[in-house]
């Protein structure tokens, strides 16, 4: 019964935010747009062609940066996958929300449900809201999408390489290729597959999970189109292992990681042709990125970064800034392209904005409204970013970066520099104590404002 106490909590939540809904309109009586982010896991800054990859074709993620605004120093919060999910969710730079990077099936905290989430200001409003995917913010109860402001969650609790329970035994790093998408391999991963709160399926077949999670996806908008609605649709990959549906595979393992993003692109496409279809594509936001950078050790079943410098688990570019792709046919203006500073953080704020929802969160965030930036309207107004480990490691405040870790500051100019290969420090000092003083002030407002993990009842 330890569970009881919170969820008697959540309960009359949701009894106050029923009660409290306001109508889902905009300001000017039209209906209020739908969201739809999606988000892949450790997905590499160039893994599309839009945004420079020569192997892999994204045409259905192409035709939505030709149609939509590609931002080209979008930034994820954190380098790692709980860290950079639990700022998404919330406009907050991780390290006030979540005390842990990474959580484990042995992981007793999660996400606290008294934050609150996209899900949670859009639902307050009338929205229709669903989780499918990776959620990775706590795998109980109290912790999941169905406790966060979702209506509904059928995905991975974390990720896929993680077995459930606990103690079951996993395949040891370093095998992939001999593990590619095999039909009679595919159940020795003992992740499990939750609806709602509810295991339905362990281990999940994870040959078919990418279409499965698409097919949730699209029953969630046929079923929703009459009113507004925000989906989150987390995919599970290109994080390894890597699978496809059988009539997908190719058993070459060096095309491993290009046909799973070419299998998502694919997927992508079919949410983009059902807002069509339903003539929904007006009045949709859909947001394409990454959780964060690609898993370099795994060579061939990982991406790649380039032209930025290093990986996942890194504050270098290549861990935290992704790829990312804006679509709203009529708002978002076609075919346009931003090197501006935004980050995951600022999605909170800037779709309670558009939709008119009046945001209240349970402390300070560190989210800025960018909607003017996203149509188009002005620069974007975020200027400066911290970047995250489990401490702060770097500031990004216009083209310089600081690296303020290790013996000696290293500083780069990233308009001159993108692959931060050039130490400029000693030529510029001022810059270094004046980008020193500023991370430091900035790292004090947000470390003393640190709020409580979710902890299960006793």
């Not at 991780?94 to 842990?100: E, I, Q, T």
């Not at 989150?232 to 496809?244: I, K």
Request: glycine share 8%; charged share 25%.
């Amino acid at each position: 019964m330890k569970y009881l106490p919170l969820l008697l909590i959540h309960f009359s939540l949701l009894l106050i935010h029923h009660s409290s809904a306001a109508a889902p309109a905009t300001a000017d009586g039209s209906k209020a747009p739908n969201f739809i982010i999606i988000f892949t896991d450790d997905q590499g800054y160039q893994d599309l062609s839009c945004f420079g990859s020569k192997e892999i074709k994204t045409p259905h993620i192409d035709r939505m940066a030709s149609e939509g605004r590609m931002l080209t120093s979008f930034y994820s919060a954190n380098p790692v996958c709980s860290a950079s999910r639990a700022a998404l969710m919330t406009g907050c730079y991780p390290r006030r929300v979540l005390s842990k990077a990474v959580l484990f099936p042995g992981s007793d905290i999660g996400l606290h449900p008294g934050e609150t989430t996209i899900a949670d200001a859009l639902k307050s409003a009338g929205y229709a809201t669903a989780c499918v995917g990776k959620w990775h913010l706590g795998h109980h109860p109290e912790f999941l999408p169905t406790a966060q402001g979702f209506d509904s969650y059928f995905g991975i609790p974390y990720s896929n390489d993680m077995s459930h329970p606990v103690t079951a035994k996993r395949p040891r790093y370093g095998r992939w290729d001999d593990y590619w998408s095999r039909k009679d391999e595919s159940g020795i991963w003992q992740t499990p597959l939750i609806e709602n709160e509810k295991i339905i399926e362990h281990p999940v077949d994870q040959r078919s999970i990418t279409r499965r999670y698409t097919d949730k996806a699209i029953d969630f908008i046929n079923a929703n189109k009459s009113k507004p609605f925000f989906l989150y649709l987390a995919h599970s990959m290109p994080h390894v292992p890597l699978y496809l549906p059988d009539e997908l595979y190719d058993p070459n393992p060096k095309r491993a990681y290009i046909s799973v993003i070419e299998h998502i692109d694919a997927e992508v496409g079919r949410i983009l042709d059902t807002l069509r279809k339903e003539g929904l594509d007006q009045n949709t936001y859909v947001i394409f990125t990454s959780d964060n950078g690609p898993w370099l050790k795994f060579k061939h079943h990982a991406g790649k970064a380039g032209p930025l410098r290093s990986g996942k688990g890194s504050t270098f570019e290549g861990g935290m800034r992704v790829p990312c792709v804006t679509w709203a046919p009529g708002r978002i203006p076609a075919n346009s392209k931003s090197k501006d500073i935004a980050s995951t953080i600022d999605l909170l704020p800037t779709i309670a904005s558009i939709a008119g929802v009046e945001l209240k969160t349970k402390g300070p965030i560190d989210g800025i409204n960018i909607a003017d930036f996203l149509h188009a309207k002005s620069p974007s107004p975020r200027d400066e970013f911290l970047y995250y480990r489990s401490k702060v490691e770097c500031i990004r405040q216009g083209d310089w970066k600081l690296h303020a870790t290790g013996k000696q500051a290293r500083l780069y100019n990233l308009a001159e520099d993108i692959g931060e290969s050039k130490n400029v420090a000693k030529a510029n000092p001022e810059v270094v104590a004046r980008l020193q003083a500023r991370l430091k002030q900035l790292d004090d407002e947000v470390s003393s404002g640190i709020r409580p993990d979710g902890k299960l009842a006793e």
